[in-house]
């Protein structure tokens, strides 16, 4: 059985896939068979909240990967575009993971541009109650290598948020720095 999302439904990118994630988990559970009563282990998936910023497209393209993973791992991941993404809605996000690029002289991406200063901004809220991680990607030739991710990592422990893992940089080769942080936010939120 498979349940699919038409193709001519009203849904922008990020609900779409949500949508097939929750699908997908309701095919899943109906697959399933059931266990043994002393076999059964409780339900350990937080929910996660996995914001990009990117001026290519890649970094939402991890994004999707992270939730994939994540989500094949027990968790509830949501992907989020930065643009769609508040102060307000932080403030009350219990787990974020942070994927963004950085572009021209060390600023966001343009879809990152108003969080990033709205974190920024002496109003600001606190975020004690709110752990997290960023996986940072830039390019090493130029001289504000990893700014932005360096910048979100800095404003979120600033605000009082806490790093769930330390920030990773990515250079060009992004995939095994990736694999090791995907990793580690695994392990950190198993430990939780």
């Known amino acids: 059985m498979k349940l699919t999302i038409p193709d ?8 779409r896939m949500w949508l097939k994630g929750f699908l997908d988990g309701i095919v ?33 393209a991890l994004a999707k990967k992270a939730a994939k993973t994540l989500s094949s791992k027990g968790h509830i ?29 060390g600023e966001p991406p343009d879809n990152a541009a108003a969080l990033h200063s709205a974190l920024h901004a002496p109003d600001a809220p606190s975020l004690s109650s709110l752990r997290f991680t960023v996986l940072a990607l830039g390019d090493s030739s130029y001289p504000d290598f990893c700014k932005c991710g360096r910048d979100f990592d800095q ?23 990736f694999a090791k942080w995907i990793g580690a936010v695994d392990a950190a939120l198993a430990a939780a």
């Open 8 to 15: 001519n439904a009203p849904f922008s990118g990020t609900q």
């Open 77 to 105: 991941p949501m992907v989020l575009n930065m643009q769609d993404l508040s102060t307000d809605a932080l403030a009350s996000t219990e787990n974020l993971l942070v994927i963004t690029s950085t572009y021209g002289d």
């Open 155 to 177: 404003r979120l422990a600033a605000l009082g948020a806490s790093r769930a893992t330390p920030l990773i940089e990515c250079d060009v080769d992004y995939d095994e720095p």
């Open 28 to 60: 899943s559970t109906i697959h399933q068979q059931p266990a043994a009563p002393e076999a059964i282990a409780p339900a350990a998936g937080q929910s996660v909240t996995i914001a990009w910023g990117s001026q290519t497209g890649t970094c939402e």
